[in-house]
């Protein structure tokens, strides 16, 4: 564990940043796939706080002192691997991978405020905006997949 100065575990941080970077892949692809269809307007408004989570957490990692990754890591090679394949099998199945990377996602920022070394602020952060982020996606991917 990478802990600053500034006493924040910034390899917490960075494995949430991870997740996010992938998230914003993962989109990418969906939207393609759905180019021209209802719910690409919602993949792209995800997609963008997506985005702005990654924004936010490469600043945080700097505040704290540490060095930003830039890629989505193991789990953004599988989710591609996983929304890749789908384009070929269907919507159904690229709304499944999405949903399995939020709940991924929810499971990685639980981690982080169950992580006593993980600065507070970053926890209210992540309890307020990017934990019902995540959650309200699954309730709009689910919605996606009905309709």
Not at 4 to 23: H, M, R, W, Y
Not at 61 to 78: I, K
Not at 123 to 147: D, Y
Request: glycine share 8%; with cysteine.
């Amino acid at each position: 564990m990478q802990k600053t100065a500034k006493n924040c575990d910034v390899d917490a941080l960075n494995q949430l940043l991870k997740g996010e970077i992938s998230a914003v892949e993962t989109y990418e692809q969906a939207i393609e796939k759905f180019a021209g269809k209802p719910g690409a307007s919602d993949l792209r408004r995800i997609r963008d706080e997506h985005v702005h989570a990654v924004s936010t957490l490469k600043h945080r990692v700097t505040q704290f002192g540490g060095e930003p990754t830039t890629s989505s890591g193991t789990w953004g090679t599988f989710a591609g691997a996983v929304t890749g394949t789908a384009k070929v099998i269907g919507p159904d199945t690229v709304i499944s991978a999405l949903k399995k990377g939020e709940e991924h996602g929810i499971s990685e920022y639980e981690a982080a405020i169950a992580n006593a070394d993980v600065n507070q602020e970053c926890k209210v952060m992540f309890r307020s905006e990017f934990l019902p982020n995540c959650r309200r996606h699954i309730t709009e991917l689910e919605g996606l997949a009905k309709s």
